[in-house]
């Protein structure tokens, strides 16, 4: 389910540049590289994420000491991949949304852990060029009067 | 924050009927009316909801009955809320996000919760008429070890 919805004026430019987006992110976290993470973000971006709080803007979303710091709390390669990515892409406004696995071990643990979550990513074509002003991150949650975040669930 | 990142080719009546979408969910919630609720989606929507599993599509999504079931678990007058919507609208492409309040009591029950969650809705103009054709529901998760939903949150 690799998908794309084409707006009546949607190129295939733009949507290299959409997809290509996607996997900045992918390639970002394999690289652990928090500064080509957080290039993709507009200035104004509003990013729901999986920890709290609701939402994160700048300036402490733009820090890539931030991303630094989290990427410090596992040992060495974190893998990341991105599945079933469905584009919708119009003129200058597009969204997306896709499965995606981080794995990674905290540090000073052998427990390496396999996490699936949703993410959709709103994107805008800002001076030609398309930067991410929203991205919503997360997994469910169990109804079973437990809360628990469903982070045992596979694609 | 209620705003709007209009595009070149956005008319005014894009962006009502764009709104108009998401006051028909916060309308319908409250009048417990499932044919409302479920007539917002395109045949080909995917909703990435509160519970389990990650995805929806449907045609359980799209079903009427689903949604009075779940509306048989509470007591009458569940209360709803959208806040802070911020719109990014194109020509045929739009995306919305907003922070919602669910507040409901348990059938059987005097245990009133007041929920609030992150929302991000995708939409797409189909002959003539915008359709939700992608939905975003979510709590972040505290990582603190407990991996509980964070339902206590307030914006």
Redesign the interface.
Known sequence: MNGT?R???TTSRDEAEIRRLMVEQEAGMKAHDAERLVARYAPDA?V????????YRAPELLDPDGVRNWFAGFERSVDYEIRDL?V????????C?S?HRLSATPRGTTDRFDL?F?V?T?M?KVDGAWRV??E?K??????DGS?????D?R?
């Open positions: 919805h707006a009546t004026v509003v729901f994420d999986l920890a709290p709080p609701l939402a469905t919708t892409a119009g003129e200058d406004v597009a969204f949304h499965l699936w949703r959709t709103g805008r002003t929203h919503h997360s997994t469910p949650f169990y109804m809360f628990k975040a469903a982070i669930l694609p």
